[in-house]
Nanobody
């Protein structure tokens, strides 16, 4: 069982930036970030495969950057040019078994507790 721990989120104004990090208790080829707003389905935001390939939802392309930390069991999500629509609970996840599932935000097995990101207009 892999445990994931996200850093604290925060509140910013439109156009601002936030950085989220996640530490996993074990290495996995795929690590990613999801987000969820009350009443809506959870959606994939960004993911990274073991060879360094990164994948993004269309809604965040060009604004968010996902990367591995110095330790391979960590992942960082740099969020720039934030919009009110980015307000959500953000979850770190890992364990998708294949690169295509990592890319498609499916099959993730392990989840963090979530951290709140709020963007005000």
């Amino acid at each position: 069982q892999v445990q994931l721990a996200e850093s604290e989120g925060g509140s910013v104004q439109t156009g601002g930036s936030l950085r989220l990090s996640c530490v996993a208790s074990g290495y996995n080829n795929c690590m990613g970030w999801f987000r969820q707003v009350p009443g809506k389905e959870r959606e994939g935001v960004a993911s990274i495969w073991g060879d360094g390939r990164t994948f993004y939802a269309d809604s965040v392309k060009g604004r968010f950057i996902i990367s591995r930390g110095n330790a391979k069991n960590t992942v960082v999500l740099q969020m720039n040019t934030l919009k009110p629509d980015d307000t959500a609970m953000y979850y770190c996840a890992s364990g998708a078994p294949f690169s295509r599932s990592c890319r498609d935000f499916s099959g993730y097995e392990y989840w963090g507790q979530g951290t709140q990101v709020t963007v005000s207009s």
